[in-house]
């Protein structure tokens, strides 16, 4: 069953060779007891550990069931070992750290049993080396016998077709050397056993066959000249593989056993995860508290459509922090031109009429409200109260102070009824009317107030604002005609008392809601829809509107018309076009605004930019900067917190590493057992694995802790309430981190760990 041809092995230290076995050829049969003698340095350990797969042979070849052993590859000695080798050490060469059982039920672990068949069968090995009712003590709570007991039921248990045992009884008394050697000899009779040992007298009484060794060289084989029996059967060898399971296992038992070490190795690492899971909190908070504040404040800012539109892409934004960062006050005598960055900020916007109605297409369930700026001029004039007549001047275009009072849109929601107050008067804005909008403190513009026909040296009660009235007067009345001209009229008492002006009032003062003052507190007049469709139907088909369109310059000022004052734009002032000049959308909430805008945005899918119509978002642009702000903060604080996880990382590499200098003896027996190069780096990983857990987990719960008495100190100093808040996934984040982090760390050691020469590892004390 088991053939060495010509097999040769060498050690070289420095320039010396020293050569451990001299081309040594043995066959051995099944069920028989060999005894290797020899004096120290002769060569038998070098034997038997290349027979067990600890060390490799120069030359030669080593023949299991006629099966030659030359190509084996390094994961075929490990199943070998598993499947084909029981090993007896003097030293024993048990795992401290966990039961008996666990000890036996390694080797069968390696070989992939299931955990009920590994625990039966490490049973029934224990009972028959007597010591199943030892199973679940520790190596260290039995005798030097026991010990070598547990030894043997290792070797067995996994029904291996050869027992090596390295002087078995050499750190036993004589009686308890007598009962193991027994217990040897009843092994042989069903299997092959070599042992090697020092004492003659033990070879002579126990073995069937006695080999003697010097210098390398066999020099006496007692049975040397019996016919070998032939063993043809195949060798089956099954591939051996530590569960992840077995690996944390027996992680888990050592780092017991250090309890203390593995505390302040864990501490290290949970400061940063405490540091960083309370900045992560208190971000998380803040930024609640922020966009709860943006909802309550922002949400219903409108999205503004203009004649104008400022791009804010990234790309102009890296523009104008490049043109910022230009070499400043040189001494060249040149002047460098430059082109604006606002002006390739701006946009023009063409709004036409087909663009309006695929406004009046929008999903009105997402507005609380819709205003319009119109360019049309309001004819209107009023009498002062020391009977003297004014026009009320309403401007025109972008720069008008004036515009359509927000139209509902939504019975859920009304904007205007959400911001504003009504002190006085009532809306209705399916009636021609004016509304007026004072700020928080019951001020507005005087010039707006002269503007509007009052005395502005002392205070105006409302019920003096309610009862005045304007008169709207059409253009045929107030444009005179004069040759191919037309000149404003300025006989504003003619045109107050003429018939055919329409008289309006401000129906209504308005006033910010208290709670909303951060978002709108400002001043000026609305007018009702109702009033500017009435005043373009009129003046649509007036005669100064009719000659304009008729005509190549400015029927007012005899002016040619140029880029800012075109034709279309005179028409527009005059009331020949409904077309508004800008257009407000007020959203209900964050998420209807990003459905307005994404509405917005497909309008100018593949149109060419100049034809595109931009916006503002005045609302995302703030939340942007308050939210890049956050981050940005959250980020610095972080990074400084994550000093300490760089520390505890080489702390974790260097723990690691001094755990596998004291398991170097454990990594011998798991190798000797069958244990792959990955499975002890399996092992080692699994502890570093286990480290971060626990460090991650204590970490996250005290940082968790920690939220309470933070949350009192801030609400007692700011007012806010419940501001930490640990999120569920930076929770798991931090975990995994944690956990890769020690992982990373401890890698290394680990692969240094799987390179350990398996003989010397098994010598380390």
Known sequence: MLKLKNIKKSYKTGDFVQ????????????????????????GKTTLLNIIGGLDRYDSGDLIINNKSTKKFKATEWDAYRNNCIGFIFQSYNLISHIS??????????????????????????????????????????????????????????????????????????????????????????????????????????????????????????????????????????KKTVL???????????????????????????????????????LSNGFQVEIDRFEKDTLAQMPITISTQAVSMDEETIQEMIESNDQEKFIDDKVVKPIESAMHTMVHENVITQEYMEYIDKIDKSQLSGISYQ?????????QNDDGSYQKVSTGSGVSDMWSVYPTKTSDEADMMENTYDVLAGTIDTSSPGLILEINSTNSIDQTILENLGFKTDEDITFEDILNKEYKVVTNNDYYQNIGDYFIPSTDYESLYNGSNSDTVKIEAIIRVKEDK??????????????????????????????????????????????????????????????????????????????????????????????????????????????????????????????????????????????????RTKEIG?????????????????????????????????????????????????????????????????????????????????????????????????
Do not use: W
Not at 20 to 35: C, I, P, T, Y
Not at 109 to 114: E, I, K, R, V, W
Not at 125 to 141: C, F, S, T, Y
């Open 19 to 42: 050569h451990a076995l001299k081309g040594v050829s043995l066959e051995f049969n099944n069920n028989e007891f060999v005894a290797i003698l020899g004096p120290s340095g002769s």
């Open 100 to 237: 008996v059982l666990e000890n036996v039920e390694m080797a069968l672990t390696l070989s992939g049993y299931n955990r009920k068949d590994r625990k039966q069968k490490a049973m029934e090995a224990l009972e028959r080396v007597g010591l199943k009712q030892h199973a679940h003590k520790k190596p260290n709570q039995l005798s030097g016998g026991q010990m070598q007991r547990v030894a043997i039921a290792r070797a067995l248990v996994n029904d291996p077709e050869i027992i090596l045992a390295d002087e078995p009884t050499g750190a036993l008394d004589s009686t308890t050397s007598l009962q193991i050697m027994n217990l040897i000899q009843e092994i042989s009779k069903e299997k092959l056993v070599i042992m090697v040992t020092h004492n003659p007298d033990l070879a002579k009484t126990y073995a069937n066959r006695i080999i003697e060794f010097k210098d390398g060289e066999i020099i006496n084989d007692s049975n040397a000249n019996e016919q070998k029996k032939s063993d043809n059967s195949e060798i089956h060898i």
């Open 243 to 281: 569960s992840y399971l077995s690996a944390l296992h027996l992680s888990f038992n050592n780092i017991k056993t250090k309890k203390g070490r593995t505390f302040l190795t864990s501490f290290a690492a949970f400061i940063g995860i405490i540091g960083i899971a309370l900045i992560l909190a």
């Open 374 to 382: 119109l360019a049309t001029a309001l004819n209107i004039v009023t």
């Open 517 to 662: 003052e951060s978002f709108a507190n400002g001043s000026g007049v609305y007018y009702t829809e109702e009033l500017v469709n009435q005043i373009i139907d009129k003046n649509k088909e007036s005669d100064i509107v009719k000659a304009q369109e008729n005509t190549d310059f400015n029927v007012m000022t005899g002016a040619t018309f140029d880029e800012e004052n075109t034709k279309d734009t005179i028409l527009a002032y005059l009331g020949a076009d409904s077309v508004p000049v800008a257009v407000y959308l007020y959203p209900q909430d964050f998420d209807a605004k990003d459905e307005i805008t994404t509405y917005l945005d497909e309008y100018n899918e593949g149109k060419n930019e100049e034809d595109q119509i931009l916006y503002t978002d005045v609302a995302a642009i703030m939340s942007s900067l308050s939210g890049s702000i956050m981050d940005a903060i959250t980020i610095v604080l972080i990074a400084f917190s994550s000093i300490s996880l760089i520390v505890s990382s080489i702390m974790i590499a260097i723990i690691t590493y001094i755990s596998v200098l004291e």
């Open 669 to 765: 027996i798991l190798r000797a057992l069958g244990a792959r190069g990955k499975d002890i780096t399996r092992v080692f990983n699994a502890e570093t694995m286990i480290i971060g857990f626990c460090s991650g987990a204590l970490g996250l719960i005290i940082a968790y802790l920690l939220t309470f008495p933070v949350n009192m100190i801030i609400e007692n100093m700011f007012g806010l309430a419940g501001v930490a808040k640990l999120n569920p996934i930076h929770a798991i984040l931090l975990l995994v981190i944690s956990v890769s982090l020690t992982v990373l760390s401890g890698f290394i050691p680990a692969k240094m760990a799987s390179k350990k020469d398996t003989v010397i590892a098994l010598r380390t004390e």
